[in-house]
DNA sequence: GTGGTCTAGACCACC
DNA sequence: GTGGTCTAGACCACG
């Protein structure tokens, strides 16, 4: 896996990278139980600060993507959400109506839109239709 | 048009009210040439400060969203875009691309997320198909 | 770079602030990358409150002339522009017009004006002639 | 003479009024001694308050472009500038340097700028050469 | 250290 | 009445 910083987003550095290794894992370039770089490795690779490697590390872990083994590295977690279908169903219907406001404002039609998720959804890896039930 | 301030959000409430207000236009809520509540009502209705409402409405107009005429109030603008297709293109890429990252994280397929898109994307108005160009 | 503050002109700090920043970078004068004086000292040097200044960055940032690296302080950004060829064409001769007018009511000869003209054209950083589409 | 007002604009109205008279002043469509409408005329025809037209109309005159005769209405003034011709050349290159900066954030060569302007020459009614010196 | 957000309150321009 | 500008000062997020 291969990170990039763009020093000129005005999108603070750990929420860019944050928003990569949850693209990845939900892509599935990176698996489950695949270690990831350690906090001393990835920062230099950057040129950026061990502290802020350290800081999505953990946000990740909370957000139960990853998990740290002490002495050991820092891996990808099983896939596996806490929340509530409801919750969950509600969140993605928040995102969902922002995705359609921008569209709107963009000035895309619905079949535009259309057309470009199915274009998209290709590089994710979804999960399989049974037991979405948690 | 009534907006909400939810102040234990972590959320800066000048994009809180932003977020309302750009998804009231894409749903037809607020119309081309409608009046928004001035400065000074909005600020008092809301408990907040009325530096704050002003903000939203500044950011909006060079959003192109909302136009003020001085002395008169602020207004929804006709929609126009400036912005190169490209530029729209890859803007509307992005947004995707987090949706489906986000999806995946919580746990739905594909076929849950279009079902859902399906039926949010009666409550917006689109363009007409026609000349999208520009 | 050293900037200027006329109090005793009408037009409002911030404006003169961007206008110079906006010029300094089109004649070259700041580069690329190149990083601006934090807003706290710009502050302290034109003896102007800070969130003036910020407000100033926020503002060319918006334009595309400016980013900030949250932390890091405020650079010029690459030049970029997202805007449709049409939109920009508008807007120039909108300015052209204006000068038109001006060089009139002032009393000055086409060729007068013209001769001005080509005498700071060279104070100017123009972009090479090649893909100037978009 | 024609005036139009463009209400989304966020130029003040009075400042679009007063641009649009010394414009059509400077492309000869307005004539020196040529009559205005009345100010509740014009006010009518445009739907906006008369004390905005006075406004037009009161700092046109102390701009020296027109005059009024009581009782007779506004009229076109004879060309004249008071300023010298070194404070004359000065407001002229400040707005050639405000021209030039535009032109070049917005991505446009000298080359394109100067066609741009030929072409928009043409619409002009210059004085003659002879005895600019005032 | 950096910039971003929010509040409070003054003063001005516009219509 | 409307919105726009500026100041002052507090608090937070970022690296």
Redesign the pocket.
């Known amino acids: 896996m291969e990170f990039r910083i763009e020093s000129s987003s ?1 999108v ?5 990278l944050m928003a990569q290794v949850r693209e990845a894992v939900a892509r599935g370039r990176l698996k489950a139980d695949e270690r990831l770089p350690s906090v001393r490795d990835l920062s230099r690779q950057l040129v ?2 061990p ?2 490697v350290a ?1 999505v590390y953990t946000e990740l872990e909370r957000e139960g993507i990853l998990n740290t083994r002490p002495g050991l590295g820092v891996f990808v977690a099983q896939p596996k959400s806490d929340l509530t279908k409801r919750a969950r169903k509600e969140r993605l219907l928040c995102l969902i109506d922002e995705l359609l406001t921008e569209t709107v404002h963009l000035g895309f039609t619905a079949e535009e839109l259309l057309a470009m998720i199915s274009e998209r959804l290709q590089r994710f890896q979804f999960p399989q239709a049974v037991g979405s039930e948690s």
């Open positions: 005005r603070p550095i750990y929420r860019q950026i600060n502290n802020t800081r």
